[in-house]
């Protein structure tokens, strides 16, 4: 015997018992194991290919069961070979007789045979996660099921969780006229959702404008509303060649790990849009071109684009700041003066811890500019403290005890600049500039462009607040956080991405204080 033999097999127990904590129907893995049945697109752009690198690049492990071979590129469809049925249930035999299989995504099909070989399967193995993407044409116009088997294909969505139809394939299976706008397309998703009982993802791709919405709809109560959208901008660009092959292998790898559709979508639509906006850069082929799946890996790696991934991640907050009680009364001027000044005096405290924590970032910082940088930062902050006290607060009553948002957010500080790692720590001081000054300058426009009224009972404040030094300030913090995510290992960049989620929250959370604590 072996002395390998003797030893326990760690990883299959491990597998195991995971496999028997997890609910049933959710896995919630972390490296879901997620199974293709699609054709190959030579060309790398859609098909097979498409869906391994878009599971791969929702963090899944990518596996391809092949139902037909296409001879295609960016510029059309040459040529289709459906291999025998019988060969496709060997594979997907081979697959699961061995490996537990998280999601399944269901792309072309190619003829009845095929959808016939691939219902028995599902019907025997029941995956947890089952997404059909309703494949017809190709981008270029060209048949990848034939006509004849569109009832079969029919007759297999009520075994998928999740159906992604673009809006003529909608149609196509309702056996109506194509939608002629977005809410007509949204009745439609709810008829196919009632008809099949799955969730249907409605995708706007299709549709004419400048936005391109999505949206989940159920009709069986699995949502948070029965019709869930999800607004995005058109992105001006040919290369969509495989956007819903990417789309679909994206939302199989996601639910499996998170067990929520709306969650899902939520997550994967940004990505998706910048796989289409860095399209561009991929240079393949001359006509629709690929989406860039992996556009977000090396984006860390240039100039700029670890910061460019942290803006993405303020849109949310920012937009959730824009739309506060506090934010608004203070813009229009009828914030109530018991709020202004709770905000005002927990600010002070908050800048006092600030400053300390900023101290901290100079201490650890790898250069003398980054450590001048900070020392002198921390200084503005106790001078803007003291300002604070000596033109704003000295004239109000204000109650001066810590307030529970302030002190969540200052402990969240205190506790990045203890960890040790510079990287962490600037990313999570980061929000206070980034976001302040975002909001500042918006505000401040917003005033002078309502005619900066005389009578404002916060024009000083609204003044003061776009500072041009401060900006100053906040593009350099941006640019020192975008060297050190990209000196940074991909570990400690996620523990710098988190931390700064977490501080645009406070920021957020620090907003609306006021109206729920003063
Ligand atoms: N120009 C665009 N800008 C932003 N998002 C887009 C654009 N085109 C498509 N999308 C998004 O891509 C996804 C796929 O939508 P679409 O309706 O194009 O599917 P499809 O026709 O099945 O795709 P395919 O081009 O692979 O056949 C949707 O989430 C849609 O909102
Ligand atoms: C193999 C294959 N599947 C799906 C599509 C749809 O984009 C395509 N063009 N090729």
């Known amino acids: 015997m072996s002395s390998a033999s003797l030893l326990p097999a760690p990883a299959a127990a491990a597998g195991s018992l995971l496999e028997t904590v997890a609910p049933p129907g959710r896995t919630s893995r972390d490296v879901p194991r997620v199974l293709a049945i699609a054709g190959s697109d030579p ?18 492990y990518g596996m391809a069961a092949i139902t037909a071979l296409t001879a295609q590129n960016t510029t059309g469809v040459r040529g289709v070979h459906v291999p025998p049925a019988t060969f496709l249930s060997a594979q997907l035999d081979a697959v699961s007789d061995d490996i537990q299989v998280d999601a399944v995504k269901i792309g072309m099909l190619g003829d009845a045979h095929v959808i016939a070989a691939v219902r028995g399967w599902l019907e025997k193995v029941r995956p947890g996660v089952v997404v059909v993407d309703p494949v017809l044409v190709a981008t270029s116009g060209d048949r990848l099921l034939q006509e004849s088997a569109e009832a079969a294909l029919g007759e297999l969505l009520p075994l998928a969780d999740l159906i992604t139809p673009n809006l003529p394939e909608l149609a196509m299976l309702l056996g109506e006229p194509e939608a002629a706008d977005w809410p007509a397309a949204l009745d439609q998703g709810r008829r196919l959702a009632a008809r099949t009982g799955a969730t249907v993802l409605v995708k706007g791709g299709h549709l004419n404008g400048s936005t391109c919405p999505d949206a989940l709809v159920n009709t069986a109560g699995l949502l948070s ?12 660009t040919r290369n969509s060649h495989g956007t819903g092959c990417s789309l679909s292998s994206a939302m199989a790898t996601a639910q499996a790990r998170l067990g929520d559709w709306e969650a899902s979508l939520r ?8 796989a289409l906006r860095t399209s561009g850069q991929l240079e393949v082929g001359a006509g629709n071109g690929p989406i860039n799946h992996f556009h977000h890996l090396a984006q860390s790696e240039r100039k700029g684009g670890f910061a460019e991934l942290l803006r993405a991640e303020t849109v949310a907050d920012l937009e959730a700041i824009y739309g506060l009680g506090f934010i608004r009364g203070l813009a229009e001027g009828t914030l109530a003066e018991r709020e202004f000044a709770y905000y005002l005096a927990q600010d002070a405290i908050y ?7 900023l101290a901290r970032a100079s201490a650890l910082a790898p250069t003398e500019s980054e450590q001048l940088f900070w020392a002198h ?3 503005q902050c106790l001078e803007v403290e003291s300002e604070l006290h000596r033109n704003w607060l000295s004239t109000r009553s204000v109650q001066t005890e810590l307030g529970p948002v302030t002190k969540a957010y200052v402990d969240h500080l205190v506790a990045a600049s ?4 510079y990287a962490v720590l600037v990313a999570a001081v980061l929000p206070c500039f980034w976001l302040y000054a975002e909001v500042g300058e918006t505000l401040h426009a917003e005033y002078v462009a309502a005619g900066a009224q005389a009578g404002h009972p916060y024009a000083e404040w609204l003044r003061t607040y776009a500072d041009e030094e401060f900006a100053a300030a906040t593009l350099r913090a941006i640019e020192i956080a975008d060297d050190a995510g990209r000196a940074a290992s991909a570990g400690e960049r996620e523990a710098m991405i988190t931390a700064f989620r977490q501080s645009c929250r406070y920021e957020v959370e620090f907003f609306d204080a006021p109206s729920r604590h003063s």
Not at 225 to 236: L, M, N, T
Not at 267 to 274: D, M, Q, R, S, T
Request: aromatic residues 6%; hydrophobic residues 40%; charged residues 15%.
């Open 267 to 274: 997550a994967v639509k940004p990505w998706l849009a910048g």
């Open 351 to 357: 800048l006092n811890g600030y400053s300390r924590v």
């Open 43 to 60: 060309s790398g752009g859609a098909g097979i290919q498409a869906d391994l690198k878009s599971i791969a690049a929702h963090g899944g």
């Open 418 to 421: 203890a960890g040790g790692s």
């Open 377 to 379: 930062s921390a200084q």
């Open 225 to 236: 509303a029965e019709v869930v959208e999800f607004a995005g901008e058109r992105i001006s």
